[in-house]
């Protein structure tokens, strides 16, 4: 098991180890549809579609973590195929910021780390790099948000800079 998978593994336990819980529904977990744009050093190299799963946990109404896996999905490029996968540690800050039809609409804010693989036809990749995100949640129900958020990771590889530029459109449920 490679280490930075073991610090998610660590930081998820630790997590769902607190004492108590700040309010009912402190525990989450999110779904989404991902579109993803790749470049390399400004070099368009294509998208791909993909998904993700996330764990999180609420601290208060505005504040939580949350652990994801991500598929960020293939492409082609000058011969190449390309696939990313990413895990992530966030930090999500969500708070309230209208109602529209009684349905509370939150604005989206996070940061993180992300473990990102490259996996391609010469070799594969592997970098960790800070990320961070933005979006939106509708909450349609008492537990249940429907999400729209942007999400950017970097690698470092060698003789370039390869970004995902993703965007999700998922839900999100709170247990």
Not at 21 to 43: E, M, N
Not at 78 to 96: E, K, N, Y
Not at 137 to 147: C, E, F, I, Q
Request: a neutral charge; hydrophobic letters at 40%; charged letters at 15%.
């Amino acid at each position: 098991m490679n280490k930075f998978l073991g610090i998610v593994l660590a930081v998820a336990v630790s997590v769902m180890g607190f004492a108590g819980t700040a309010f009912a529904g402190s525990y989450y977990a999110t779904l989404q549809g991902t579109h993803s744009d790749y470049d390399a050093s400004g070099i368009d190299l294509g998208n791909g579609n993909g998904g993700g799963l996330g764990f999180g946990k609420n601290f208060n109404r505005w504040l939580a973590v949350e652990a994801t896996a991500d598929y960020l999905g293939n492409e082609t490029f000058g011969g190449i195929s390309f696939a990313g996968r990413s895990l992530g540690a966030w930090i999500v800050v969500d708070p309230t910021v209208a109602t529209i039809g009684g349905m509370p609409l939150k604005v989206t804010a996070r940061a993180g780390v992300t473990r990102t693989k490259l996996q391609t036809t010469v070799g594969n990749f592997y970098d960790t790099d800070p990320a961070y995100g933005a979006g939106l949640a509708l909450g349609v129900s008492k537990r249940v948000d429907v999400t729209l958020d942007y999400r950017h990771r970097s690698m470092d590889l060698p003789g370039t800079n390869f970004d995902f530029h993703t965007v999700g459109l998922g839900a999100k449920y709170t247990f």
